[in-house]
């Protein structure tokens, strides 16, 4: 039997990613929460079905839920029903926690930090971060020019720039799930631009420049998902296209989109011949790749990442956005059962594995 830990925060409170208030002086953790209060808690329950028929065990709880002795007061799966029970720590934790501008998610770095659970991979890393990441990396003729706003006179004089040569995406440094995510046309007036760029507080945006890729009244992206096999190599899981749903500009399912198998869309809408369409999904899962591996490298270990790429006219690929914690919803809408399932099983086969190499290496 092998048991995991599924470690989430609260749901936020602010939606909208901003800071949720607390009252002056030293933090106070909260008391337990309800097992619906747990962000990602569908995922966690998911995590334990596909688990269970594998002798794989998943509980769920924050950080808030760790107990001075070394106990946790966790969230124990069974059947539809869940409950709350102090348990031993968890033998490796899936460490699912999103960036986030919180008080929660500072006590999260706190804790670990300290090194309060047993986890082979570290929580989710800004945008910036991870684009300053790939940039410095081979991968960086990839990525679409990008500058972080500060709001001085150095990042009015970008934006401007970046404007001139095209429209711009603004997207909140740790925002998740398409929310404020809004494209600046090329055309905007410098005073509608400067009014806009005025109302963004400084160091919590980025400006990307956008990449040419729509067909006809429709916006495309393609999902693709890179995870760790119990050898601890990264390998191609699956991938997907995502399209907005013409009221929106992003193409995020939480926001109204729709997916579309990657070969529909690669022979159907963007019209590539077969021959190239199957050089441009070896392309895509090549670069998922290297991505991944280029982004453990510079944050340390990782057990999975999702890039959103999109593909200009041209044929190139460039990536908009890289992702250390994501989601899998895209398979299931898609009807791809084994590319589904294999999501969650990867990361749970992964991290028995490193359990069972730690107890290893602890009893040499």
Known sequence: MCHLGFLTLRRARDEAGGLVPTPPGPPIPPADAAPSAL???????RL??????????????????????????????????????????????????????????????????????PSPSRGG??????????RASPLAPHLPETILWTGDAEARASAEALLAGGDVVIKPRAGTGGRGVVRIPRDTPPSALRRALGALPPGRHLLQRYIPHAAGDRVYDVRVL?????????RPTGAGV????????????????????LNAYLLRVRRFSPARAETLQHDLFRLATAAAEALEA???????????????PEGRLFIVEANTKPGRELFRLLGDRAAYRLSHLRPLFYLCA???????IRRA
């Open 242 to 261: 995502r399209t907005n749903d013409r009221r929106r500009f992003v193409t995020n399912l939480a926001r109204g989109g729709r997916a579309l198998p």
């Open 125 to 134: 890393s800004e945008k910036w971060r991870l684009d300053r990441i790939l």
């Open 226 to 234: 890179v995870q760790k096999t119990p050898d601890g190599v990264f």
């Open 48 to 117: 334990a079905d596909f688990g269970r028929p594998f002798g794989i065990a998943v509980v769920a709880f924050t950080p808030d839920d760790l107990r001075p002795d070394g106990t946790v007061r966790a969230v124990l799966f069974s059947g539809r029903s869940v409950r709350r029970a102090t348990i031993p720590m968890p033998e490796a934790v899936y460490d699912f926690v999103r960036t986030q501008p919180t008080d929660a998610f500072r006590r999260y770095l706190a804790a670990r930090k300290a090194g309060r659970w």
């Open 39 to 45: 962000a990602s808690l569908a995922f966690a329950r």
């Open 354 to 360: 490193w359990a069972r190499n730690t107890a290893s």
């Open 298 to 312: 510079g944050l340390g270990p990782l057990v999975e990442v999702a890039l959103d790429v999109v593909i200009d």
